[in-house]
């Protein structure tokens, strides 16, 4: 990284650079490779074609060994590592999105404070294991938001299963909270036959009258129902 110190004051190098740069082994390297590192490297002061011809060959040769770093990693290491490495990164970079306050972190030491010890069993301070039980936290919360939209089948039926947007609940609140009318109770009325007429549930029904599961409704009972 030293090296690239310098780079802000390099001369600019005329002619036209093609889409792939260098090869090693076979595999392209970029010229937009490039300057996505040296982005990093200068903060964007410098890009491929303004370095001079040592420190194109120099950049090459360190753009290089993370190609074949990852080559050479995705021919050795398996697809279930791979998965794993991924699953990682995806993980980690979700939980960053999550803010965990200090008092959730401390809660989470308290509650399991027995399984933070030290080779010699002593418990281990609550400063040292204080990031490590935040990450822990934030991507606890990452997997909870995802699983809330996650549907699990089991024997053919669904354990587990995102729960349905429901709009019915605001305007039925709309109709209980506003204007109502009196509806006297005839012979041969139900409470759910009185509730669909009005096209609410028996429950929310039950509610504006302030009646219990087991109340009975009698003939002449005046029952308050959504104004139309």
Do not use: H
């Not at 990693?73 to 995806?90: L, N, P, Y």
């Not at 669909?196 to 409704?217: C, F, H, P, Q, V």
């Amino acid at each position: 990284m030293k090296r690239f110190m310098v780079l802000c004051a390099l001369v600019i190098v005329t002619g036209v650079s093609a889409k792939t740069i260098a090869t090693v082994n076979g595999y392209a390297i970029g010229e937009k490779e490039a300057n996505a590192f040296l982005k990093v490297a200068t903060k964007g002061k410098v890009t491929y074609k303004r370095l001079r011809k040592k420190d194109k060959v120099a950049l090459v040769e360190r753009l290089a060994v993370d190609k074949m770093v990852l080559r050479t990693a995705m021919k050795e290491i398996s697809k279930k590592e791979q998965e794993s490495i991924i699953a990682g990164f995806w993980l980690r970079k979700k939980a960053a999105k999550y803010k965990v306050s200090d008092k959730e972190v401390k809660a989470a030491y308290s509650e399991n404070k027995k399984f933070f010890k030290d080779k010699k069993g002593k418990i281990i301070p609550f400063a040292k294991v204080k990031e490590m039980i935040k990450n822990s936290i934030a991507q606890k919360k990452a997997v909870a938001k995802m699983m809330k939209k996650t549907k699990i089948v089991m024997d053919g039926k669904v354990i587990s299963a995102p729960k349905a947007k429901s709009t019915s609940k605001k305007s039925s609140d709309k109709k209980m909270s506003g204007k109502y009318s009196l509806y006297t109770v005839k012979s041969g009325n139900t409470l759910s036959g009185i509730a669909n007429r009005y096209k609410i549930s028996t429950k929310e029904l039950r509610k504006m009258n302030g009646m219990d599961t087991k109340a009975i409704i009698k003939i002449g009972q005046k029952l308050k129902v959504p104004a139309k």
